[in-house]
Structure formats: structure tokens, C-alpha cells
């Protein structure tokens, strides 16, 4: 037993024991009581001023065993057996005390050698307690000017731990009165809480004077730490114990542990951080990462030869990140890994309620990640669980005014009262983005799916999430007008915000209840927003409404999506598809005879048929859509036409032709349009100077275009124009360099150049290429292929304006 080092007699009233003998005398008669029970009185006695945890008897007592709690309360009834039953008090779901008065005598040690001068309860902590370090350096700057320190966060994301280890660590600050920890968890009666702190401190229910009096005398003059973890079920009697020691005790400092603050005047609140996350898969960011050196740590306990290396490194992080850097779901996950290999266990992390569970003997709610989350749950009010289980329908966040929306909220108010509830129990997180004004609201993706089962669970998931989907529709359908016009990169950031919900509202449009006419218009408005930022899932996207959509939709409707669809498919490289959809479509709308629809219908046709070779049936499309849009005097449009009348003429060979619609359409773009619009005619235009042979004039268009691309995507097809231009100023090795560059990122977000401006670009490549040779060339375009986007941007400024 580890608790060597106390020898002397110790006298307790009516009884005494000799250690070195192992011995027990009750009224001067010798005893004889098990080996057990011997070792639970030795521990009780040798800290009878203070209460003795389960926890901290089963680890001194049965040193490195498992054992079931049961095993002490046989032991304490044996022992009040032979002392009496008022000999050991017991502070129900905490632990036991002496109460019987210590006699005079030598005066025994109450631990080892190393801790005496350490007055406090902390229970001993059974795993290693890993990272935080920022986390404790914090409450260490914060804790020196405030008397109360609450730190609050989600069920499961280590606030208990990191109270223990930081309240051990004022262990020598507080020696003095001491450091006490006082677990609420066991209790159901907020009336309790006060009576609870008291019995752990020594005082019992008198008559002669009221408890919360005798406790305030206790402390009054003491300079102790008071740790009280797991608030939130009790928090009312907490709030009157924690207001009466902070008025009545100067000495008392709190640190309190709670799912929401206590609400108290001079409150320092410090929400604690999940667990860091790894950036990539790659091994050195997961090594560095404390959610997988917690994973690692946790793995090893349950396989002693696990090891991150890396084969398993990528499925670590992943596993980390979609748990969110919450410490119990990670430690759970840890637990799987002497029965799935780390890869699995990321796999079934869709279903991680049922996955995440444990077989231990921890405290209920901490078996399972569900029980955590349920936890929360039922603390919440009726309205507060209503908005929670609503918003769970967001995908990668929401607004205040969704929020009303998507929860029938009276109005933004009580949308965001119930919000800023929600908030302050550690459900939702906000967000202050930079680039726009108002703040967004987010739920870690594992609250988000435990309410999604609630939601459902409650049958009102088809309704929330149809009103989710009118609000995104209104939306997109109000900004469709937007992105060709001034105001598109406000309209297109807004949309990057909302990216996963529109991915979420088209997804419900082919899977859920929904009349096929709501997917339909929800594709054809977002169709810009797909071309400049995931062409791919976009295309995956609206032809799944089309689909689904039918023959019996609304013509006009269907007309429109599929020409959605038909620009996806040519960005994609899917010519003949792009010119199947386009023509459909063309046939449908001469039949309804709007001059507008046509004209766009035309167009699109035009530029499948380019794209094909077939040149000439493209100039005849293209100059009959200008000829039905000129008379409607929409500049936006006749900007967009005349560019692809231009590409036409510039694969027919007709430069002055196209660069004469280039012009026009850029006078239009500048007055009318965005920047991307004025960026392609740029590119074209600077492509035209080029196969003429002259390279200031489209140096000039080149470095016009760069100032207004930034990071974007848009900048590719600068990237590819400027090689043709570099190759032609004859500097080959920068025109492989930037080639390289140009090829890969398209690569990477699954874009083709289209054919127009491959064949313009690809004899002055060639012709670098046979400049340099093969080897030289493909050096040179692999270097490039390395290239970050925005370094690639950087390098090709400094070659257009090398004294900027």
C-alpha cells in the first residue's frame, strides 16, 4: 500500500492505531479487522481534517487494481461496525471523513515528504494530462485579478482537467488555506450545494446558527482556492454560495467549471478551447497537434504498442478534426483502436454516436458522447432546445436573420435571445469575419449532429429543412442579378460564406419532399457561383435537379437550368454535352419567344459549337443572339454576347473582327460589369496583341488584368495568356515556368482551357519548348507546376512590373 511513511500512533477518542504494527485498539482493547480495512482507516485517519474521495481511497488502497466502488463502502461498514456508526461520516457520491476528535500526540505526517506543505483534496488524475500549455498560462495571468474564474465550454472538452491540473499547479500559491475540490456532479438539489462545500471543510448542520453564517466564520480569515466543477444542474445554489464567499471571504478565490457562466459581478469568464487541431495530414502537424497526442496517448492505454506514424497519421488528424478537438469524443475514438484500424474508425465517424462509447466505469455521461450531449441537452429550456434542434439544418454556419427564419422566430430578437443562450451553454460558437459586418453562428459538427437526431427524432426535420431551403432560394434568386454587375465580389463573397448551405439546399431539392420546380430556379440562380468557385460540384448538382426535375416541369424553368448546366459542362470540357443541353434549350424557348432567353440559348450554342471545331455554325449562332439582344438595350448582356462572338471570330482567324467586339464588350464591361467580366476581355484582348506579334500593348492588358485578379481563380487564365506572351518576347524558360503553373492549378480544380485559346497558346509553347529542349522545358514547367497560386501571382508581378 502506498502510503508508507506514517508510523507514530495515532489516537482518535475512543480508539487507536499503530501502524508499524498494523494494529487497532477501540476503548484499550486490541481489534482484529481485515487488511483492507485496516489500510482505509490508516488513509482516513492520517487526513482526518479533511474529506477522503472514492477516488483517492481506490488508489492508495488498491494501488494499480480495478475495483468497484462497492469495495469501500464493505470496508467502511466493516470498520463502523467495530467503531461505531457514527465514527466515519460519509458525504454522499464524494467520499468519507473521521469524525471522531484527534487526541494530542506526536503529530503524523499527512503524506509523503515531497507534498506536505500541499493542503488540498485534488483527486489523483488516472491519465496523462497533455498540452493546454497556452490555456494555463492564461488562467495563471487571469486568476491574479479576479476571485472568480469560471471556465465554461462543451460537455466533453476537458474543462474538468484542466481545472484539476491548474489548481494543483496554485497548490503552493494557496498553502495557506488550502486547495478544495468540490464535485457537483452527483447532485440533484441546488439547495445542496452550499452543505456539500461545508462538510468537505469540516462543519456539520448545527441549530445554534445558520450553515451559510458558520461557513463564512470558517473561511473568513483563510486564503484558500475553492474549486467547484460541474455547475450547470446546481447553478442556483452555486451562485448563492459563490456571491456570499466573494462578499464574506476576501481570501476565498473560485474556480468553477460549468457548461454556462454563473452571471456574477466580477466574473472572469475563459471559455476553454477544444483540443488543437492538425492544418494537413501530413505527419509533422499531426505530431504537433494536442488532439492527437491526446488520441496517441489514450491509444496506448488499450494497445501499448500503438504508434503515429506515417501510415496512420492522415486518418488521425482526420479523426481529430471531425470530432472537433473535443477530448472525450477523441479519447472514446482512442478506445477503438484495439478493434478497428484508425482508417475505420475515421469511416464511421458519420455515425459516431453509436461508435463513440465505452465499456469503463466512468461517470454515466461520460461513457458515451451522446450521454455528454444529452446532458447539455435536458439543462436546456423548451425554446432553447426548439432553436437548437432548427439550426441544425445550417450547414458551415448561418445569420441572425436565417436563424428567425429557419425557427419561426417572432422576430430577430427572439431569435437572437434564444441564440445568445444557446451560446452562453457552449452550444454555438461566433464567428467575426472580416470581410463582412455581421457576425455568423456556428455549431461544432458533432453538437450539429445530435441535434440533426433530435430534429428528427421530434418528426420536424422535413419542415425545417424546406424552410431552409426557401431561404437560401430567396436568396440566391435575389443576388442572381448581382454577380454580372458592380457589385459581384460583395455577392460572391457572401456566397463563399454559404457555400455548404446551398450545397445543402440543392442536396434536399434531389432527396427530399420538394416540388422539382424550387431545384430548378435554386440551380439556374446559383450557376455564376458554381463556374468561379466548384464547376464540378456544381455541374454534380444541377444535373441531379434536372434529373429529377422531369418532363412535366415548367418549360421555361427547365430551359434555364439546362443552360445552367450547359456552361458547366464546357468549363468541365463535356463539349458535346454542353451543345445537347444548349440546343434543348434553344428549341424550348423559341417556342416561348422571349427575345432575352433566346438570345442567351443562341449563345451558349455558340460556344459549344466553337468549342467543337465547328466554327462556322457558331458564327451564325452568335451573330443571331447580338441580333436579338441589341434591340433590348441590356449592356450586361451585350457584354457577355459580344465576347463570345469575338472567341468565334478570333478561332476563325479574324483578329481584327474579334478584337473589335473585344473592345466593345470591354467599354461595356467597365461601365456595367464586375471585375471578372472586364478580367476575361482582358485576357482575350492580350491574346489578340500576342498573335499579332506585339507584346507591349498586350504587356499593358496583362498587368491591367493582374491588378484586378488577386488570389482567385480568375488569375489562371492570366497565368496561361502571359506564357504566350513570355514565349513570344522570346523568354522560353518563363513561358514553360508559368505554362506549368497555369496547367496544374486547373488541374486541381478540375477546369479546361477551352479549345480557342489552347490553340492560340500552344505554338508558342511548342516553339519554347524545341527552344530549350525537351529537358530544359520540362524542368522549368515542373518548377512551375510546385508553384503556390498566390506565389505564382507574385512571381509573374514582379516580371510584368518589375520596379513595383
Known amino acids: 500500500m502506498s502510503i508508507a511513511g506514517a508510523?507514530?500512533?495515532?489516537?482518535?477518542?475512543?480508539?487507536?492505531?499503530?501502524?508499524?504494527?498494523?494494529a487497532l485498539r477501540v476503548r484499550g482493547e486490541s481489534v482484529s479487522i481485515g487488511s483492507r480495512a485496516f489500510d482505509v482507516l490508516l488513509v482516513l485517519a492520517q487526513r482526518h481534517e479533511r474529506l477522503v474521495t472514492k477516488q483517492e481511497l481506490l488508489d492508495l488502497v488498491w494501488?494499480?487494481?480495478?475495483?468497484?466502488?462497492?469495495?469501500?463502502?464493505?470496508?467502511?461498514?466493516?470498520?463502523?461496525?467495530?467503531?461505531?456508526?457514527?465514527a466515519i461520516a460519509t458525504l454522499p457520491g464524494y467520499g468519507y471523513r473521521l469524525t471522531v476528535q484527534r487526541l494530542?500526540?506526536?503529530?503524523?505526517?499527512?503524506?509523503?515528504?515531497t507534498?506536505?506543505?500541499?493542503?488540498?483534496?485534488?483527486?489523483?488524475?488516472?491519465?496523462?494530462?497533455?498540452?493546454?500549455?497556452?490555456a494555463l498560462a492564461d488562467l495563471a495571468r487571469l486568476i491574479s485579478s479576479a476571485r472568480l474564474l469560471t471556465l465554461t465550454g462543451i460537455g466533453g472538452c476537458g474543462k474538468t482537467r484542466l481545472a484539476l491540473q491548474f489548481a494543483q499547479q496554485q497548490c503552493a500559491e494557496f498553502a495557506e488555506g488550502g486547495v478544495w475540490f468540490v464535485d457537483l456532479a452527483p447532485l440533484k438539489d441546488a439547495a445542496r450545494v452550499a452543505s456539500t462545500c461545508a462538510a468537505l471543510l469540516g462543519l456539520h448542520d448545527k441549530a445554534d446558527a445558520p450553515l451559510m453564517d458558520r461557513l463564512l466564520a470558517c473561511v473568513a480569515t483563510r486564503r484558500m482556492l475553492l474549486v467547484l466543477d460541474n455547475c450547470e444542474h446546481v447553478m442556483d445554489g452555486v451562485v448563492a454560495l459563490a456571491d456570499a464567499l466573494l462578499a464574506g471571504a476576501p481570501g476565498v478565490t473560485i474556480l468553477a467549471t460549468s457548461r454556462e457562466a454563473l452571471g456574477l459581478a466580477g466574473e472572469q469568464i475563459y471559455r476553454v478551447p477544444s483540443l488543437s487541431l492538425p492544418a494537413t495530414g501530413e505527419l509533422p502537424e499531426v505530431l504537433g497537434a494536442e488532439s492527437a497526442r491526446v488520441f496517441v496517448d489514450r491509444a496506448r492505454l488499450v494497445s501499448a504498442d500503438f504508434e503515429l506514424d506515417a501510415s496512420n497519421a492522415a486518418a488521425i488528424g482526420e479523426i481529430c478534426r471531425r470530432l472537433d478537438g473535443i477530448a472525450l469524443a477523441i479519447e472514446l475514438a482512442a478506445a477503438r483502436v484495439t478493434m478497428l484500424p484508425v482508417a475505420d474508425i475515421a469511416e464511421r465517424l458519420d455515425d459516431r454516436f453509436r461508435l463513440l462509447t465505452t465499456g469503463n466505469r466512468a461517470l454515466p455521461r461520460h461513457q458515451t458522447l451522446h450521454a455528454a450531449l444529452q446532458w447539455s441537452y435536458e439543462?436546456?429550456?423548451?425554446?432553447?432546445?426548439?432553436?437548437?434542434?432548427?439550426?441544425?439544418?445550417?450547414?458551415?454556419?448561418?445569420?441572425?436573420?436565417?436563424?428567425?427564419?429557419?425557427?419561426?422566430?417572432?422576430?430577430?430578437?427572439?431569435?437572437?435571445?434564444?441564440?445568445?443562450?444557446?451560446?452562453?451553454?457552449?452550444?454555438?460558437?461566433?464567428?467575426?469575419?472580416?470581410?463582412?459586418?455581421?457576425?455568423?453562428?456556428?455549431?461544432?459538427?458533432?453538437?450539429?449532429?445530435?441535434?440533426?437526431?433530435?430534429?428528427?427524432?421530434?418528426?420536424?426535420?422535413?419542415?425545417?429543412?424546406?424552410?431552409?431551403?426557401?431561404?437560401?432560394?430567396?436568396?440566391?434568386?435575389?443576388?442572381?442579378?448581382?454577380?454580372?454587375?458592380?457589385?459581384q465580389d460583395a455577392w460572391m463573397c457572401l456566397f463563399r460564406r454559404e457555400h455548404e448551405n446551398l450545397v445543402a439546399a440543392l442536396t434536399w431539392c434531389c432527396e427530399g419532399p420538394v416540388e422539382a420546380e424550387a431545384g430548378l430556379r435554386l440551380a439556374t440562380a446559383t450557376n455564376y457561383y458554381w463556374v468561379w468557385n466548384d464547376v464540378e460540384l456544381g455541374h454534380g448538382l444541377t444535373r441531379a435537379v434536372l434529373e429529377r426535375g422531369g418532363a412535366q416541369a415548367d418549360a421555361s424553368l427547365r430551359a434555364g437550368t439546362q443552360l445552367a448546366l450547359a456552361k458547366l459542362s464546357l468549363y468541365l470540357g463535356r463539349y458535346a454535352d454542353s451543345l445537347a443541353c444548349s440546343q434543348q434549350a434553344l428549341v424550348a424557348l423559341r417556342r416561348l419567344g422571349a427575345p432575352r432567353t433566346i438570345a442567351l440559348a443562341l449563345d451558349e450554342v455558340g460556344t459549344a459549337l466553337n468549342s467543337l471545331g465547328r466554327v462556322e455554325e457558331a458564327l451564325r449562332h452568335h451573330d443571331e443572339a447580338v441580333e436579338q439582344a441589341r434591340p433590348l438595350g441590356d449592356a450586361r448582356l451585350m457584354s457577355r454576347l459580344l465576347n463570345n462572338l469575338a472567341e468565334a471570330r478570333r478561332s476563325a482567324g479574324d483578329l481584327d473582327g474579334a478584337e473589335s467586339c473585344y473592345r466593345e464588350a470591354l467599354e461595356l464591361a467597365r461601365a456595367h460589369i464586375g471585375r471578372m467580366g472586364t478580367v476575361t476581355l482582358l485576357n482575350n484582348l492580350l491574346r489578340v496583341q500576342v498573335a499579332r506579334g506585339l507584346p507591349d500593348p498586350a504587356r499593358c492588358f496583362a498587368i491591367e488584368c493582374l491588378h484586378l485578379v488577386r488570389d482567385e481563380k480568375i488569375g489562371v487564365d492570366l497565368l496561361e495568356a502571359c506564357a504566350g506572351l513570355a514565349s513570344c518576347l522570346g523568354e522560353h524558360e518563363r513561358a514553360a515556368r508559368l505554362w506549368g503553373a497555369?496547367?496544374?492549378?486547373?488541374?486541381?480544380?478540375?477546369?479546361?482551357?477551352?479549345?480557342?485559346?489552347?490553340?492560340?497558346?500552344?505554338?508558342?509553347?511548342?516553339?519554347?519548348?524545341?527552344?530549350?529542349?525537351?529537358?530544359?522545358?520540362?524542368?522549368?514547367?515542373?518548377?512551375?507546376?510546385?508553384?503556390?497560386?498566390?506565389?505564382?501571382?507574385?512571381?509573374?508581378?514582379?516580371?510584368l512590373e518589375p520596379g513595383s
Do not use: C
Not at 7 to 22: I, K, M, T, V, Y
Open 63 to 86: 494501488p494499480g487494481l480495478v475495483v468497484e466502488e462497492h469495495n469501500i463502502a464493505t470496508q467502511i461498514g466493516n470498520l463502523r461496525k467495530v467503531l461505531g456508526a457514527g
Open 104 to 113: 494530542a500526540g506526536p503529530a503524523a505526517p499527512l503524506a509523503p515528504a
Open 7 to 22: 508510523d507514530e500512533p495515532l489516537s482518535f477518542g475512543h480508539f487507536e492505531l499503530r501502524p508499524a504494527q498494523r
Open 379 to 487: 439543462l436546456l429550456a423548451p425554446q432553447e432546445q426548439h432553436l437548437l434542434r432548427q439550426v441544425a439544418v445550417f450547414a458551415g454556419g448561418w445569420t441572425l436573420q436565417a436563424a428567425a427564419d429557419i425557427a419561426q422566430a417572432a422576430d430577430e430578437y427572439e431569435a437572437l435571445t434564444l441564440l445568445t443562450r444557446l451560446h452562453d451553454k457552449s452550444l454555438l460558437v461566433v464567428e467575426h469575419d472580416a470581410a463582412s459586418s455581421r457576425p455568423r453562428y456556428r455549431m461544432l459538427e458533432t453538437v450539429r449532429q445530435y441535434a440533426l437526431d433530435r430534429l428528427d427524432d421530434r418528426g420536424e426535420g422535413e419542415a425545417a429543412r424546406g424552410r431552409h431551403l426557401a431561404h437560401y432560394l430567396a436568396l440566391a434568386e435575389a443576388a442572381e442579378p448581382h454577380f454580372r454587375g458592380p457589385e
Open 742 to 799: 497555369a496547367n496544374q492549378k486547373l488541374r486541381e480544380w478540375g477546369y479546361r482551357f477551352q479549345p480557342v485559346d489552347s490553340i492560340h497558346t500552344a505554338p508558342l509553347v511548342a516553339n519554347s519548348r524545341r527552344t530549350l529542349g525537351d529537358a530544359a522545358y520540362e524542368t522549368a514547367e515542373a518548377a512551375g507546376r510546385q508553384l503556390d497560386f498566390s506565389a505564382a501571382l507574385r512571381e509573374l508581378e514582379q516580371w
Open 115 to 134: 507534498t506536505q506543505l500541499a493542503r488540498h483534496n485534488l483527486p489523483v488524475q488516472r491519465t496523462r494530462f497533455i498540452g493546454r500549455e497556452a
